[in-house]
RNA sequence: GCACCCGUAGCUCAGCUGGAUAGAGCGCCGCCCUCCGAAGGCGGAGGCCAUAGGUUCGAAUCCUAUCGGGUGCGCCA
């Protein structure tokens, strides 16, 4: 049940039958018809800018189009009241009986909010993506809650999600992890080594050294590249990648698949992508312009092999091989995203930190170009987190300390606070993240406040000595819920399955964690009114029926609040400790 | 120099395919527990939506220019 497509539907009936009748032009479009709730609340509980989109080209006046279709709503038992307002809104009020439809709705459909927006649609999202060098840091902390719960809320929009890491071991920074490992391997078998520029020192190598000389024993010592490089570095990079695994399990991240780049190299894939660009006349040796302004000390003219994503909207094209003759990464990309594409996937999403802003118009050029632009691909970029403690900022920083992981997010505040927080703000906003106020149990930090909301209710459950069961709920008779506060509270439920639809058109799992702060809010500025006005408890002593009307309601958003929550990869607890 | 993102209350930020008098939290001022969890709620003060044009019934939202901040910019991934 989404209530605002219902009406909308109403809309456009009543719209179609005023056509008929011939007080509207036959075959008007009604697409840019809306039916959304109005800012105001004292306008009513829903507004249509049905007479004003369809003013001109019906050539009516606003007003006149808001009164007809006002007469023709009001035929509708769940329309209340009808009533032109401004320059041609339409705002209506609905009767009682829908919100206590809602709130059935949502105790008993366990698809509530759910919605065939995707119509089974298959997309890959891909995600965190890190070089498999080192530990996942914050940064790659919000970009794994992100594209996590993204992915969850496609998945809950009707969509079939696939959700992806690609695994950078093609390139040279694998190398220069091999080389350090070699290091700590020969450190492990006592000998004295020195870290130099361009290999890793982390600690977290270490292990991975000693685990090396237990399985190989000293067959390497002494030895030239040619000998342990290969082998070496599959051996670190399934380290790397396991150690990856366990910290996204710690947040509750599982991927689908995990893709290497290295799968890509000597087995002709970058070749036939490349060919497939060929093909189309979109690759050529040819030479950039310099980038204007600031020269680059080394800069020459030289020759190059080129892709042509300036047909598709990038600014310059790129090039895709190295002098040396070897890949630029930028080839082994488009292999990547030609397997993608060739997978069958009707769209395609790529999480990237915002310091790969730059590589955006390609990608998006390449898969235009490999699709046919048949397949559209959005990349969305998670602006930097900023480190707290205390409410003093402080950088991650190796030397000092400070550097930040995943897994130190993880044992610090727990995966329910580091994941709803980290959905705190829209992808493209940078993001505070205080270690000490995330784990505050106040009003001000939204984890708890919602959560607690959620826990609110079941305390509620837990005292009542009715049957609150979802199932005797849904039969209990809500006729009794009338009083404005509680609508509205059941109005802000109806909201949900619009919402889940405008959050998964727009990629945007932030809005969920906005509108679950909302509907906590409205649940706790209920309760209170309780305070006040005893006929708004939700215990209502020596009157089950009361009771249970009520509770049918607090549990309805209880409901949607854990639905919400579990988009985000949050536990909603039943009791605060 | 060019591209992308951003600019909304003192601070941190929401704001739907363009909708009515622009919202929340913090901070400030004043209130509310004989009552289901006060770990909460209510009210008040606080705005030229960076600036200037444009599009239209209507613009914080779309377009153009300017200013300010961030990121990136030919053989590093």
Redesign the pocket.
């Known amino acids: 049940m989404n209530l605002f497509a219902d009406i909308r539907s109403l809309v456009i009936d009543c719209l179609d039958a005023l056509a008929a009748e011939g007080q509207l032009p036959a075959g008007l479009d009604h697409?840019?018809v809306?039916?959304?709730?109005?800012?105001?609340p004292?306008?009513?509980d829903m507004?249509t800018?049905a007479a004003?989109?369809l003013?001109?080209p019906a050539g009516l006046k606003?007003r006149d189009i808001a009164e007809a279709l006002a007469g023709t709503l009001a035929a509708d038992p769940r329309i209340a009241q009808a009533e032109v307002?401004?320059?041609?809104?339409?705002?209506m009020r609905l009767a009682a009986p829908v919100w206590h439809d809602v709130i059935r709705a949502a105790l008993t459909d366990p698809r509530y909010g759910r919605s065939d927006l995707g119509q089974g649609q298959s997309v890959n999202v891909e995600y965190v993506s890190a070089?498999p060098t080192g530990p996942l840091h914050v940064g790659h902390t919000r970009g794994a809650v992100f594209g996590d719960a993204l992915a969850s809320l496609l998945d809950y929009a009707g969509f079939e999600v696939t959700r992806e890491y690609y695994i950078?071991d093609?390139?040279?920074?694998v190398d220069v992890l091999a080389r350090s490992v070699y290091l700590r391997y020969l450190e492990a078998h006592g000998q004295e080594v020195a870290f130099e520029d361009g290999t890793y020192p982390g600690d977290y190598l270490i292990a991975v050294g000693e685990a090396l000389r237990d399985e190989v024993g000293d067959a390497y010592v002494g030895k030239g590249e040619e000998v342990w490089l290969d082998a070496v570095r599959s051996f670190a990079t399934e380290k790397m990648m396991a150690m990856i695994r366990d910290d996204l399990a710690a947040l509750g991240v599982e991927m689908d698949v995990f893709y290497s780049?290295k799968s890509l190299y000597g087995t002709g894939r970058i070749e036939a992508a490349i060919e497939d660009l060929r093909a189309k006349g979109l690759i050529y040796r040819g030479?950039?312009a310099?980038?204007?302004?600031?020269l680059?000390e080394?800069?020459?003219?030289?020759e190059?092999t080129l892709f042509k994503s300036t047909d598709y909207g990038d600014?310059?094209d790129?090039?895709i091989m190295?002098?040396?003759g070897?890949w630029?990464?930028?080839a082994?990309d488009i292999a990547y995203h030609h397997d993608k594409v060739s997978r069958g996937f009707d769209a395609l999403i790529d999480v990237f930190g915002?310091?790969?802003?730059?590589?955006?118009?390609r990608m998006k050029a390449a898969v235009a170009a490999l699709s046919g632009e048949t397949v559209p691909l959005d990349v969305k970029?998670t602006?930097?987190v900023?480190l707290y403690r205390n409410g003093e900022p402080f950088k991650m920083s190796k030397r000092a300390g400070t550097f930040v992981t995943l897994r130190d997010v993880v044992e610090a505040v727990g995966r329910d606070v580091a994941r709803f927080h980290m959905l705190?703000?829209?992808n493209?906003?940078?993001?505070?993240f205080d270690f000490d106020k995330v784990t505050e149990?106040?009003?001000?930090?939204p984890v708890?406040?919602v959560q607690?909301a959620h826990?609110?209710v079941?305390?509620?459950l837990?005292?009542a000595d009715v049957d609150v069961s979802p199932a005797a709920l849904a039969q209990a008779d809500l006729s009794g819920l009338a009083h404005p506060a509680e609508l509205a509270l059941a109005a802000k439920l109806a909201e949900w399955p619009?919402?889940v639809e405008?959050a998964a058109?727009?990629h945007?799992p932030?809005?969920i964690a906005?509108y679950l702060?909302d509907l906590?809010?409205e649940l706790?500025?209920?309760?209170?009114?309780?305070?006040?006005d005893p006929a708004?408890?939700?215990?209502q002593e020596g009157d089950s029926a009361a009771t249970q009307a009520k509770i049918a309601l607090i549990r309805a958003v209880s409901v949607v609040i854990s639905h919400g929550l579990g988009i985000l990869g949050v536990t909603p607890v039943?009791?605060?400790?």
Do not use: C
């Open positions: 697409a840019n809306s039916v959304e709730p109005p800012r105001d004292a306008h009513g507004a800018n004003m989109v003013a001109k606003p307002a401004g320059p041609g809104f339409l705002n070089n950078n093609g390139g040279a920074q780049e030479t950039l310099p980038p204007k302004g600031k680059p080394d800069w020459e003219p030289r190059q600014d310059v790129r090039p190295k002098s040396d070897g630029t990464y930028f082994p915002a310091d790969h802003g730059g590589y955006v118009k970029l602006q930097l900023k705190t703000r829209k493209d906003a940078p993001l505070d149990q106040s009003k001000d930090n708890f406040y607690y826990a609110r079941h305390s509620v837990r005292k619009r919402l405008i058109r727009t945007e932030h809005r906005f702060y906590a809010s706790h500025a209920l309760w209170n009114r309780g305070n006040d708004l408890r939700f215990l039943e009791e605060m400790r």
